[in-house]
């Protein structure tokens, strides 16, 4: 079982960076295919960034419409780490975000909840208006 740990959010004023980052342990990290997901109050889980397994000859990102251009999801190897380096930052960008990871597979990325077997436990940002 792979062992997520965030860290790295805070408050943030609008228009601001900050950028979280998780530590997997208890794995090899990568053949790990990662992912970034928020939950805001009263809604669901939603996708954000995600990044291909470091065993693929290229590395692979995807991100959610609403991030694009704005935020940069990366991995570093030799530190087991992912980062999501949060730019422009908005109100609406306001959640607990959480790192994922996929161990199987064959995809480039994975952008569904229900598609990672494992879990972080969250770190808030807070943007307010």
């Known amino acids: 079982q792979v062992q997520l740990v965030e860290s790295g959010g805070g408050l943030v004023q609008a228009g601001g960076s900050v950028r979280v980052s998780c530590v997997a342990s208890r794995v090899t990290f990568s053949s790990l295919a990662m992912g970034w997901f928020r939950q805001a109050p009263g809604k669901e889980r939603e996708f954000v960034a995600a990044i291909s397994r470091s065993s693929r000859s290229v590395l692979y990102t995807n991100y959610a419409d609403s991030v694009k251009g704005r935020f940069t999801i990366s991995r570093d190897n030799a530190k087991n ?49």
């Open 81 to 129: 780490t992912v980062y999501l380096q949060m730019n422009s930052l908005k109100p609406e960008d306001t959640a607990v975000y959480y790192c994922a990871a996929r161990f199987t597979g064959t995809a480039e990325y994975y952008s569904l909840v229900s598609q990672y077997t494992d879990w972080g436990q969250g770190t808030q940002v807070t943007v307010p208006s």
